[in-house]
């Protein structure tokens, strides 16, 4: 079942508010706060530190559902990041289905759909990756909503297949031990390439990062452009560097 949550914060002089509307939203909606403001009530189950919040915004949305959470961004149409957690029962275990569906609870405005994603491959080469991997988490019950577009994003066939995927197959690694919190998302730059049949503008990410938080390893940040090649452990780097790239406040409890 989907939980979502609708509060909204705002902060007078030294008090802060918690209200709850009345006529309810499927996506979350928060006034910008400081981070121990916002703390960790939009997701609590993924995102146990608090909320990344992107530079310069006024306002964060968040959706929360059983496997992830994320915050969608109307500007790029991509989600600024996903959160979620994988565990040694969340691992999928066979093939899942990767039929991309539109999200019914995100207005298509501020999404990319999956028609968007048309000739990507062919023209671009693009693959539609998931920011949060349906084999990891495809043993749950709910795992189609993984194939959800706002879990996607055009990533090039290559990182995909190859630094992206040595990543995911590292987290799994790590999950079988203990259950471990992840926060992954796109960075934009001054790429100027659209999707082929997108009807409407988009931000074409130059990169990709991931932060893992783990009982064995602690905090560990990676970040991997487009045409990246070679060894994930190459690529790591930490959060506070991720911070710049991005454009995001992360929770101080991950700056390690």
Known sequence: MKNFKNIILALTIGITACTQPQSQTPIASTARQPLETVSNQLCPN????GVPQRFYTAEIRVLTR?????????????ADW??????????????RDRTFQ???EIPSELVLEPEDYIDAHKKLELDQGHLAP??????HTTWAELNFTPNIAPQKASLNRGLWLQL??????????????VIAGPIFGDDPTQLPNADETMVMPVGFYKILISQ???VEAFYMGQNDTGDFEDFATNVSDLEALAQIDFPDQLQL
Do not use: M
């Open 102 to 104: 539109p999200d019914p």
């Open 216 to 218: 064995q390893n602690g």
């Open 82 to 95: 996903v959160a979620y957690t994988v565990s040694s029962k969340t691992i999928a275990t066979e093939k």
């Open 134 to 139: 349906i084999k990891s988490l495809g043993a």
């Open 46 to 49: 993924h995102l146990p530190y």
């Open 168 to 181: 995911e197959n590292y987290e799994r690694e790590l999950a079988k031990n203990a259950p471990i919190k």
């Open 66 to 78: 059983d496997l992830y959470c994320l915050s969608p961004n109307g500007d790029t149409k991509l």
